[in-house]
C-alpha cells in the first residue's frame, strides 16, 4: 500500500532532508508550492500526510481538514506556539515539532498513521489468513508479528519485508526483487539499505529465538529454521 506525504515548504534544503528521511522508511514525498497544489494533489487517496513549514506562507488548514478528514497535517514550527504565519496551525494539527525537529518523532508518528491506514483498509471482515514458518506467525489484518509468544515489534517497512519472505519461504528473494516489492515505485532505494533493514529484522527475531533469516552472498534473503553461523553462504546484514 504506497503511503504518499505532501510537504509545503520554500525550503529546498528543507524538503530534500525530509524526502531522504522519509524515504528510508519507504514513504513518498512530493513538494507543493500552495493551497491550491495541495488541494490539487490531496483528492489522491494516496496522500495521507502533509507536512506544513509555518514559516512558508499563511495557509488555514480548517477548509482542508473538514474537505479531507483522513489527512493528517504535520506543522514544523520555528516556536513551541504559533502566533502568526499559520492560520488555525496548532488547533488543527494533528502533531507539532518544533526547531530542531526530531524527525525519529515525525516517522513514529507516520508508521503509526501507515499501520492504521493498513487495517482500514483490510478492515476485520477481509481477515487474511496468518502467515507462519517454523515458530514464527505474522498476521497482516492487526499487523502483528509474534515468536514464541512473544510480540516482535517491527516498524512498517520491516513487516513487508518480512511478510514477503513469508509468502515465499526458503526461496531466496533478490535485493532487487525486496525494493520492487515492499517500496513505492518512485523510491530510490540502494542495495544496502535492504541489508539494513533486513539486519534489524534478523536482530529482533532473535531476542526469541534462533537466526531464522539466511543471507545467500550476491543473491538475497530467505527463510531457513536451520541457519547456522557456520553456514558458508551467510553474510550477516
Not at 501507515?114 to 489484518?141: C, Q, Y
Not at 539466511?214 to 529454521?225: D, E, N, P, Q
Amino acid at each position: 500500500m504506497e503511503f504518499r506525504i505532501l510537504v509545503y515548504s520554500r525550503d529546498a534544503q528543507l524538503f530534500l532532508l525530509l524526502q531522504h528521511v522519509l524515504a528510508t522508511e519507504g514513504f513518498v514525498s512530493s513538494p507543493v508550492s500552495g493551497a491550491d497544489d495541495i488541494l490539487r494533489l490531496v483528492s489522491n487517496d494516496r496522500v495521507r500526510a502533509i507536512i506544513i513549514d509555518s514559516s512558508a506562507a499563511l495557509l488555514d488548514l480548517y477548509p482542508l481538514r473538514a474537505k479531507h478528514p483522513q489527512v493528517s497535517f504535520i506543522l514544523l514550527s520555528n516556536q513551541p506556539t504559533v502566533t502568526g504565519g499559520l492560520a488555525n496551525g496548532l488547533a488543527d494539527s494533528d502533531l507539532v515539532l518544533t526547531r530542531p525537529f526530531n524527525p525519529s518523532r515525525l516517522i513514529e508518528f507516520l508508521r503509526r498513521l501507515r499501520v492504521e491506514a493498513v487495517v482500514t483498509k483490510h478492515g476485520t471482515g477481509s481477515a487474511e489468513t496468518p502467515l507462519r514458518f517454523a515458530d514464527l506467525e505474522m498476521n497482516s489484518t492487526t499487523v502483528k508479528v509474534r515468536r514464541n509468544g512473544h510480540d516482535v515489534p517491527l516498524t512498517a517497512l520491516q513487516f513487508r519485508l518480512l511478510r514477503h519472505l513469508l509468502k515465499n519461504p526458503e526461496s531466496v528473494q533478490s535485493r532487487e526483487a525486496l525494493i520492487a516489492a515492499c517500496w513505492p515505485r518512485e523510491a530510490e532505494v540502494e542495495p544496502r539499505t535492504v541489508d539494513i533493514h533486513m539486519g534489524h529484522i534478523r536482530r529482533a527475531l532473535k531476542k526469541f529465538g534462533p537466526d531464522l533469516i539466511r543471507t545467500v552472498r550476491s543473491h538475497g534473503y530467505a527463510l531457513a529454521a536451520d541457519v547456522s553461523f557456520g553456514d558458508p553462504l551467510r553474510l550477516d546484514a
